[in-house]
Structures are given as C-alpha cells and as structure tokens.
Nanobody, 116 residues
Framework: QVQLVESGGGFVQAGGSLRLSCAAS???????MGWYRQAPGKQRELVAT???????NYADSAKGRFTISRDNAKNTVYLQMNSLKFEDAGVYYC???????????WGQGTQVTVSS
C-alpha cells in the first residue's frame, strides 16, 4: 500500500512563507504528485501538481507565489509557498497518481494557518 508522509505545515503571518514536503513510499510508476487544499466549508481544490517528466500545473491563485518541485531520488515533492495570504489557509493534502497499477493516493493532510 502506498503511503504519503507530509510535513511542513504550520502557522504563519500573511506575507510569510512555508515549505511543504511529501515523501512517497514508492519510487516507480509515479505518474504525478501534487498538492490540494481544503478550506473549512469548501471543497478540496487543486493547488499544484508536477508530472514525472517535470511539467507543472498551478491553480490561478498559486501562480507567481507557489513553486512545486520534485526530487525523484527521494520520491519527494515540495511546495514552496511565498507571500501567503489569509485565503491560502486550509488543510493541504499531498496527492499521488500511480500509473501501474492505476491508483490515486492521498496523504492525511497538513494544516496551514495564515494570520491576517
């Protein structure tokens, strides 16, 4: 069973920065990894993803402020979040799409709190 271990959430003032990390327990057949966010009372939404080949996809709200990167040797994906805003707060979930056998895997989530 694939496991994702997240770290890096916490409390930060608006304008500050945080870096989230997510380590996967598998190395092969990873198609894509990324981060989703769920704010209280809202649906989970895409923040950013990165494919095995390195192509990235960002939510409009994240463009220019967040950077997703990946260390394939460590099976780890990172999300550098700068210029954080109050509306960036929520539970951030790591996501992995495995290509074989096909599966979508979610982490347990890490809380990000931004004070205004």
């Amino acid at each position: 069973q694939v496991q994702l271990v997240e770290s890096g959430g916490g409390f930060v003032q608006a304008g500050g920065s945080l870096r989230l990390s997510c380590a996967a327990s598998i190395r092969f057949f990873i198609d894509r990894m990324g981060w989703y966010r769920q704010a209280p009372g809202k649906q989970r939404e895409l923040v950013a993803t990165i494919a095995s080949g390195g192509s990235t996809n960002y939510a409009d709200s994240a463009k220019g402020r967040f950077t997703i990167s990946r260390d394939n040797a460590k099976n780890t994906v990172y999300l550098q979040m700068n210029s954080l805003k109050f509306e960036d707060a929520g539970v951030y979930y790591c996501y992995l799409r495995r290509s074989f056998p096909p599966d979508d895997v979610w982490g347990q989530g890490t809380q990000v709190t931004v004070s205004s």
